[in-house]
């Protein structure tokens, strides 16, 4: 096609006069009016009222101008007319594209595809920037089409055009020019598939030597076309070696910044983070040395937040944090140390001038609605009302803008706390500007800091201004707050606290001090997100049931989780799997496939937690690592809802916990199945049958249908709640008539001596146990009533104050002495047999008797289980713990206040 422009011409005449005085040939000239058979060659006639139909093939070009000639039209009319023909050349553009199907590219197919391309592509007025995104998209996706499947012949007119417009592509036309850059990538793998590989490495360094940002970042979509995440691979190794070629180190500080943007910052804008991003790290971690080794403190500095990105995002165990740790954070520490405090003059901090007044300080990296704002919105609030008349509450606010900075929205909800925020950023800063010099920033945000008399500083990690404000000492006390990271380690960190009841951080080897927050979530409007659920919901039938959990994709590619979601799916044909999170899709994607359940997984992205807490059903918390903040929100938002967790009693204790965890959301299955049924869950004023109840105690809605399910499908089940306290409530189950599992629990009594809550005894129970629900407590039986040998271990459950313990004191030695000795403690635990209506001198016998310890578990359960007395002790032992529980004060984990005071009173400051 060596026709490169055409003109419409409203005046005959004027179009055959403008192709006689063209001698090049490469015009078409169209004209308006009759058929005139003397016209030259490249003089066409289409009459206007035939204009649209003439060009609906796609075959022949659109005209790019309109000329008037010697017609009489007003200004007013050439202005309408000129509107009219754009308005349809516009039209006809897209449904040519649109018509190309990329789908059904084949040998006899390709040229009617390309023909129309390159239509399109010599019709564009003013240059390729003006073209159309569909245009090129279609240029790239046929160009992958032809790649993929090895490449077309195409007619000698159809390469020659495809050649011509190939070639009319200067390098300097490319560098700045994404839509350019992408129309030449793309027609020149059309015309040589083979060549991708070189094709690849030129694309990336054309993109590596483009200085137009914005140019690049408005128009990256045509670069996820072209390396979609299939190809993501290619991507990354060619952008790398372009960027970070051997004279990276020869640029200035501001081109060194501007290509980690490019690899770093503007990739994870556009694709979502997946495995392949270690090979940037792998990449960056090596410019990471160069820089220590070199002395480039900005570059260093740099560097710290695009390498955690790229590992501690990708990989979530705490050995790949520990790993980040040694790799990234402790060189930083160290070079913070031998060169920047003596290069800076950073001398630390001094003890307060005001011991009345002690001030903290929150540094966050920014105020987004995420999690991390939130979380800490919600300990502001609970702060609120503390008595803390003797502190003073910052909120300093890096708001780096690396990634975009703060949000207004959630400043403003962080600031309707009421507690002073700092934007450093823009107070150091001053502007906007993406490039500025973490260095400098950091200098005088530490500078602020002591100034500002900060006494207690508080910081999670993720910035390299954290580690420098610990490693240089700015504050007297300084405290890392994890968010799920437990190995993270700085020199300069006096403690370490933690909003959230774990036992993961004893891997680090760190004492975390643990303290309580009361989020809120939004919990005053609920009804507005249910009625966006329900929309939501009406997407799928009626009858289904959505099972799912909400946070990072990664979490979700545990075999055994997936394995698990696969059975349940298979098994209940009602159910769907809705994974609300970002991430990377195309490993979990496979996995389900080869599951065969990928068509019942929905992968929805990023969604508002407070409407998909209405949608989730049931909540099957992903192991083994399982949900956080998003978890608890979603147990806040529906009071506790149906949630099934490995860490849920007895899951977390059962030998065959998988197994329980399948069963569990099984039965709320079924549950949810009957729910047209409408149990009824009735308040009986008095104990009736084997149903024990304690009247006029109000109960979580959610749970009441459940409970009477339960009641129903298990008579047998023993069920109390104290009268004046719902929050705590028992239930008991015996299921003699069924076959007991029996399971080693050795490590049960370790627990019972951290719980100062709940947790008594614990049976070696039926697998029907996990169908409690969540909040219920478990009141289980076992090792203390059927093992003489672990009486050792007694007077530790005895001293915990828990309410297992009063109870059993009561049942037995009436008063903790009587536990003080050997003797005493074995004297209560054969009157708790006695009580049970259990011969002491058979259970000795038995235990003293060969055999494997679980046939003997076997006997002694059943003959527990046999007697009316067993029954009658725990109809008592429930009460008991039900009156203790209710008249006695129980103390959780601290909230903030006394925290605080044990914090700073261990202080670190220089004389």
Not at 423 to 446: A, C
Not at 849 to 874: D, T, W
Request: negative net charge; contains cysteine; hydrophobic residues 40%.
């Amino acid at each position: 096609m060596k026709i490169k422009s055409a003109t419409y011409f409203l005046d005959a005449q004027a179009a055959i006069d403008a192709s006689l005085d063209n001698t090049a040939e490469d015009e078409i000239y169209y004209y308006d009016g009759a058929e005139i058979s003397s016209a030259p060659q490249n003089c066409i006639n289409v009459p206007v009222d035939g204009f649209y139909s003439y060009f609906q093939s796609g075959l022949n070009l659109l005209p790019v101008k309109l000329d008037f000639g010697n017609k009489a039209f007003s200004d007013a009319v050439q202005a309408k007319i000129a509107q009219s023909i754009e308005e349809i050349i516009e039209l006809l553009r897209k449904e040519i594209v649109n018509k190309i199907d990329i789908s059904k590219v084949n040998q006899e197919t390709i040229e009617s595809a390309i023909n129309p391309l390159l239509v399109l592509l010599y019709s564009v007025n003013n240059g390729i920037s003006e073209a159309e995104s569909a245009l090129i998209e279609k240029v790239i996706q046929l160009s992958l089409a032809v790649y993929e499947k090895n490449g077309f012949a195409f007619n000698n007119a159809t390469r020659e055009s495809l050649v011509e417009y190939w070639q009319s592509f200067s390098e300097n036309d490319l560098i700045n020019n994404i839509k350019a850059l992408s129309v030449w990538y793309g027609l020149g793998l059309i015309l040589n598939p083979k060549s991708k590989t070189e094709a690849d490495k030129k694309y990336f360094e054309v993109l590596a030597q483009s200085s137009d940002l914005m140019e690049i970042y408005n128009n990256y979509h045509y670069i996820t076309e072209a390396f979609p995440v299939k190809y993501f691979d290619a991507y990354i190794e060619n952008y790398t070696k372009a960027l970070f070629d051997d004279g990276f180190f020869d640029k200035t500080i501001r081109h060194q910044k501007e290509a980690v943007c490019k690899l770093v910052y503007f990739t994870i804008m556009f694709y979502e983070r997946n495995k392949s991003f270690l090979k940037i790290y792998t990449a960056l971690y090596d410019i990471y040395r160069q820089a220590l080794s070199r002395g480039l403190s900005e570059l260093v500095l740099w560097l710290y937040s695009p390498l955690l990105y790229c590992h501690n995002s990708i990989l979530i165990s705490q050995d790949d944090f520990a790993k980040f740790n040694q790799q990234v954070d402790k060189p930083l520490e160290n070079y913070i140390k031998s060169k920047l405090i003596a290069e800076l003059q950073c001398l630390p901090c001094r003890e307060n001038a005001n011991t009345e007044l002690v001030k903290v300080g929150f540094v966050v990296e920014r105020v987004l609605d995420y999690s991390l704002t939130n979380v800490l919105c919600a300990l502001l609030n609970n702060l609120s009302t503390e008595n803390l008349s003797h502190y003073e509450f910052t909120v300093y606010d890096l708001n780096f803008k690396e990634l975009g900075g703060s949000n207004a929205e959630a400043v403003a909800k962080l600031c309707a706390t009421g507690f002073k925020y700092v934007d450093l950023h823009q107070e150091i800063v001053g502007t906007n500007e993406h490039f500025y010099s973490i260095l400098d920033k950091v200098v005088k945000v530490r500078d602020k800091i002591i100034q500002d008399d900060i006494g207690l500083l508080i910081a999670t990690n993720g910035r390299p201004e954290v580690n420098f404000l610990f490693a240089t000492r700015t504050a007297p006390v300084q405290v890392f707050w994890t968010h799920g990271n437990y190995v993270f380690d700085c020199d300069g960190i006096d403690k370490r606290i933690v909003h959230y009841q774990t036992e993961d951080y004893k891997v680090s080897g760190f004492e975390f001090i643990e303290f309580e927050i009361a989020a809120d979530y939004g919990l005053q409007n609920p009804k507005a997100y249910q009625d966006k659920a329900l929309q939501l919901k009406q997407k799928w039938p009626q009858e289904t049931i959505f099972l799912g959990s909400i946070g990072r994709l990664s979490k979700l590619e545990s075999d055994s989780y997936l394995a698990i979601v696969a059975k349940l799916l298979k098994d209940n044909p009602n159910t769907v799997y809705l994974a609300c999170g970002s991430g990377d899709s195309a490993e979990l994607k496979a996995k389900l496939d080869r599951l065969g359940v990928l068509e019942r997984f929905y992968i929805e992205g990023y969604v508002d937690p407070g409407v998909y807490a209405f949608v989730i059903d049931i909540y099957l918390d992903p192991f083994p690592h399982g949900g956080g903040e998003s978890l608890q929100e979603y147990r806040a938002r529906t009071q506790q809802g149906l949630v099934v967790c490995v860490n849920d009693e007895p899951v977390r204790f059962l030998s065959n916990g998988l197994d329980a965890y399948v069963l569990k959301a099984s039965t709320y299955i079924q549950y949810l199945k009957r729910q047209d049924n409408a149990f009824k869950y009735e308040r009986p004023e008095s104990f009736t049958g084997k149903t024990i109840m304690c009247s006029d105690v109000p109960i979580n809605e959610s749970q009441a249908g459940l409970i009477a399910y339960l009641l129903e499908k298990y008579n047998n089940l023993f069920y109390a709640i104290p009268k004046n306290n719902p929050e705590f409530s028992v239930f008991i189950a015996f299921f003699p008539e069924q076959k007991l599992l029996l399971v080693d629990v050795e490590d049960m009594f370790s627990y019972a001596k951290i719980s100062d809550l709940y947790l008594t005894f614990y049976n070696y129970a039926l697998r029907d146990i996990c169908l409690i629900p969540d909040n219920i407590v478990h009141i289980q039986i076992g090792d203390f009533l059927v093992q003489d040998k672990t009486i050792g271990d007694l007077w530790n459950i005895i001293d915990s104050g828990s309410p297992f313990a009063e109870a059993v004191i009561q049942l037995t030695a009436g008063d903790k002495t009587g536990f003080d000795t050997v003797e005493g403690r074995r004297k209560a635990f054969r009157q708790f047999h006695e009580l049970a209506g259990l011969d002491a001198g058979q259970m000795d016998a038995l235990w003293n008797a060969p055999g494997s310890g679980i046939e003997k578990e076997k006997m002694v359960c059943e003959m527990m289980l046999s007697n009316k007395g067993f029954a009658e002790l725990m109809t008592q032992f429930t009460l008991l713990m039900c009156n203790y529980r209710t008249n006695t004060s129980i103390t959780n984990k601290p909230l903030l206040a006394p925290v605080l005071n044990a914090l700073y009173n261990d202080r670190n400051v220089e004389g």
